[in-house]
């Protein structure tokens, strides 16, 4: 059983389970057939003999009857005639029916069992039954009352065999038509279970492919439909999609970390080479250890980020979240980065009071620092910040402005990326890593930023949460 593939066991499953089905269905129904095979033979012998008690007259005389145009029987009884209908035969139907006087002397008709019962009791109008030489026979019995035929009883006998033959027929059709239809059945099913296992052998065609060709951009293909298959189809394509992206995220942020910190590190490499090639001053010395410090820390800086950045994609129980007063956060930051005065940029803010979201304080704390810090470095001197905190009914809304050298419409997209700076020229000592960090915090809060920015004229960075309270 192991080794047969899912196709084949259904198939055998489903077709033992149909076998045990017929079976059971051919000896219910050949069980119901016989009883109602059986009520029928008694049905009709009933019929038989209620219809014969009508075909017996009683005549004085016969003189005025055309006995050559007559086909009925006419017997001699009491001093008269006894008229018998033709359709008066010895059996019909394989009912045979007899009539006899009250002491079992035989008048007319044919009784198969006569000898046998010849004693058998009169009983009018109920079936008795007899066994003859094992085999059962019905009899059934009615007394004739009308004038002249007192005294005359009519007797009707059928064997059970004579519904042997319909269930031999019955039997044998079954045994034909059965074991056809188990068959017809189970190769259908086969076929059905192909045809509807069909599509995971493609998935499973395209999931290796993509496995040994490691190509992510290869799809699924089992055309259009709704039922299970084609959802599984339909995830392991966005699957396969967002493992696309994930390498591709993998690929580029490992590419630009690699050329960030090439630069560090060659400086490092280049000061201390230069410094050990020959005896420097002390002055020298310093100049050159301060090189160092500050490549180092540059270093460092970037990998406590690269960290972050981990630790917020494989969303950390380090940063828990809690009901905070975003008002007081909000007011917080900007009151501390209001100090800074860098390009005598003066911040202003306007926060509505008590409202309240569910986040992490320090992931939003640093969300709002950054941006903030990011409005500072592209400001322009004497400038302007504004922060607005305000709660709509849906959502919350946090915004920061500034009226600095703005970002032009194609980079906009791309300022989220990390390690871009959109202005390589003023990016100072950033890491390009900020609003990256900003976009990963918002996604862990589940909101979303977007930005709105016009050159010369500034930029407004808009994050809206969903509002949870």
């Known amino acids: ?131 003859v030489n094992h085999t059962l026979y019905y009899s059934f019995d009615r007394k004739l009352t009308l004038k002249g035929l007192e005294g005359l009883w009519l007797r009707g006998v059928v064997s059970e065999k004579q519904g042997m033959t319909q269930m031999s027929d019955i039997t044998r059709l079954s045994l034909l038509l059965l074991p056809f239809m188990v068959l017809v059945s189970a190769s259908g099913g086969y076929l059905i279970a192909g045809r509807m296992f069909r599509p995971i052998k493609k998935i499973s065609e395209s999931a290796s492919q993509i496995g040994s060709g490691g190509d992510l951009k290869k799809r699924i293909a089992i055309g259009e439909g709704k039922d299970e298959l084609h959802q599984l189809a339909k995830s392991f394509n966005a699957m396969f999609q967002r493992l696309e992206k994930a390498f591709e995220a993998e690929h580029q942020f490992t590419s630009d970390v690699s050329h960030e910190l090439r630069t560090p590190v060659s400086v490092i490499l280049a000061q201390c080479e230069l410094s050990l090639e020959e005896s420097r001053s002390g002055e020298e010395y310093e100049q050159a250890l301060h090189t160092i410090q500050r490549q180092g820390r540059k270093m460092s800086k970037l990998i406590n980020q690269m960290l972050d950045f981990t630790r917020l994609e494989m969303r950390s129980e380090r940063f828990v979240c809690q009901t905070l007063d975003l008002t007081e956060l909000v007011r917080a930051v900007c009151f501390d980065m209001a100090l800074i005065q860098e390009k005598e940029i003066v911040l202003n803010y306007e926060v509505q009071e008590q409202v309240e979201f569910h986040g992490n304080h320090q992931l939003l704390s640093r969300m709002l620092t950054n941006l903030i810090s990011n409005a500072y470095r592209y400001g322009k001197e004497q400038g302007h910040i504004f922060v607005s905190l305000k709660r709509q009914e849906q959502e919350i809304e946090l915004s920061v402005s500034d009226d600095g050298m703005g970002i032009a419409p194609e980079e906009q997209e791309k300022i989220f990326r990390r390690f871009y700076q959109a202005d390589h020229s003023r990016s100072g000592s950033g890491t390009g890593l900020g609003l990256s960090m900003v976009y990963e915090i918002v996604q862990f809060h589940e909101g979303t930023i977007s930005v709105e920015s016009e050159l010369e004229k500034g930029s407004s960075f808009i994050v809206k949460f969903k509002n949870k309270n």
């Open 1 to 131: 059983m192991k080794s047969m593939s899912i196709r084949s066991k259904i198939t055998l499953w489903f077709t033992v389970a149909l076998l045990i089905v017929v079976f059971f269905t051919f000896f219910i129904v050949l069980s119901a057939n016989r009883q109602v095979i059986q009520k029928n033979i008694r049905d009709n012998l009933i019929m038989t003999v209620e219809h014969n008690v009508d075909e017996i007259e009683f005549y004085n005389n016969i003189n005025n009857v055309d006995l050559h145009n007559e086909s009925d029987y006419f017997i001699r009884f009491r001093g008269g005639y006894l008229e018998i209908d033709d359709d008066f035969l010895d059996q019909v139907n394989e009912v045979y029916t007899a009539l006899y006087h009250v002491d079992h002397t035989l008048i007319y008709g044919e009784n198969p069992i006569s000898r046998q019962v010849s004693d058998l009791e009169f009983v009018d109008a109920k079936i008795q039954r007899i066994k």
